[in-house]
């Protein structure tokens, strides 16, 4: 697994790299496999993608082979302002032709515990089709691509720190009624499915996270790993994409 940290003097240098960053990977995959499973977090995350709905990548990226899929939801109807699937609909997926049938979102009727069942449930049928790959060391889904953000605790997707959820080992998804941040029903991807991907990009600026950028780069480890820390890819890259603000307690 490879590890890499990219630094940025603008966010908006950083939005032009991620979009030239997820360009590449998405073609490489279109032509392998003949799909792209990329996954979205909520959050920042979305503004960051600005990028690809504009010249070239509007034109030259074939959105028609994307599958998208959300690393963690807020269980809300799909037009409620807390909904990651509204956030990213209306920031990005309007702006660019991925094919509706493509765009995988919660069952926004179901419980949490229902809606978490029923996702696991759709991936596990995009497995037997043939679009979603598994991994063949863990035995979890592999994505080609997960785009991330991180919360200025630590977390990724809906796993907060000291959550039990973060020890899920078995389930591909999960869900929360317990969430610290609003709101707090929730689904989410567990680690073995973050940790089974090709690549992950870990999109994260301003000085609010800046200690969790710090604790989770640093070589130092100590027992309360925050759940950023725990993203390691079982054979895949992870890239931090990071701006000079959200670095700004790094020593180095
Ligand atoms: O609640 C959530 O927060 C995280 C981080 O959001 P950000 O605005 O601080 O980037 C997000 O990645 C996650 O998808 C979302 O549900």
Redesign the pocket.
């Known amino acids: 697994s490879k590890r890499d940290l990219l630094i940025f003097d603008a966010e908006e240098n950083l939005a032009v790299a991620l979009a030239k960053y997820t360009a590449d990977i998405s073609a490489k995959f279109a032509a392998e496999r003949g799909a792209v499973t990329v996954v979205l977090?909520?959050?920042?995350?979305i503004y960051a993608l600005r990028k690809l709905t504009e010249a070239p990548y509007l034109e030259t990226v074939d959105w028609s082979k994307w599958h998208v899929f959300w690393?963690?939801e807020?269980v809300v109807p799909k037009d409620h302002e807390d909904s990651?699937y509204k956030l990213a609909l209306d920031g990005f997926l309007s702006k660019v032709p991925i094919p509706a049938g493509q765009v995988y979102a919660i069952n926004d009727a179901l419980s949490a515990e229902g809606a978490a069942e029923d996702y696991e449930t759709i991936l596990k049928q995009l497995v037997k089709n043939g679009v979603l790959a598994m991994s063949k060391t863990t035995g979890f889904p592999r994505f080609d691509l997960q785009l991330?953000?991180?919360?200025?605790d630590g977390?990724?997707?809906?796993l907060f720190p000291g959550h039990p959820l973060v020890k899920e080992n078995k389930k591909w998804v999960t869900h929360i009624l317990d969430s610290p941040?609003p709101p707090p029903q929730?689904i989410t991807f567990t680690f073995p499915v973050i940790n089974s991907s090709a690549y992950v990009a870990m999109v994260v600026t301003g000085a609010g996270k800046a200690g969790a950028v710090q604790k989770a780069i640093s070589d130092k480890k100590t027992s309360d790993l925050l759940p950023v820390e725990m993203a390691i890819l079982d054979d895949g890259e992870f890239t931090w994409f990071t701006d000079k603000e959200a670095v700004s307690m790094l020593q180095n």
């Open positions: 977090s909520g959050g920042s995350l690393v963690d807020r990651n991330l953000g991180m919360g200025p977390h990724i997707a809906s941040k929730r």
